[in-house]
C-alpha cells in the first residue's frame, strides 16, 4: 500500500509525462489554450484531460489524479466543487510543500 507522499510523486511523474506526450504527438498544442473547468484559468491543451465532458488543466489533473488514487473523492463533480469552495487545501498537502520548497 502506497502512501499518499509516494502516490503525490508518482502522479506527479504520469502528468508531466502527459504533456510531454501531447507535446510530442502535436507540437503546436503548446500555443493553444482553453479555461479550465476546475480552477478557471487560461491554459495550455497540453497535458489537459476531460473527464465526464469537464476539460482539465494539467495542473487539476494531477490533485485529480490524486485524489482518485487516495479516495479522496469518487466523481470529478467533487472535486469541482471543493474548487468552487476553496477548499483544495487540505486534499493536496504534500503539493503545497513541494511549492513552497521550490520557493526557498
Ligand atoms: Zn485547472
Known sequence: MK?????????????????????EENPDIVNEFFECDCCGADK?????????????????????????????????QELIDLYEDKNLAGLCQY????ESRENN
Open 3 to 23: 502512501n499518499e507522499k509516494e502516490i503525490t510523486e508518482e502522479m506527479q511523474l504520469v502528468t508531466a509525462q502527459m504533456i510531454k506526450d501531447d507535446i
Open 44 to 76: 495550455c491543451l497540453a497535458g489537459s484531460v476531460e473527464y465526464n465532458g469537464y476539460r482539465l488543466c494539467n495542473d487539476c489533473v494531477l490533485i485529480a489524479e490524486i485524489s482518485f488514487a487516495l479516495k479522496k473523492i469518487t466523481d470529478i
Open 95 to 98: 503539493i503545497k510543500q513541494e
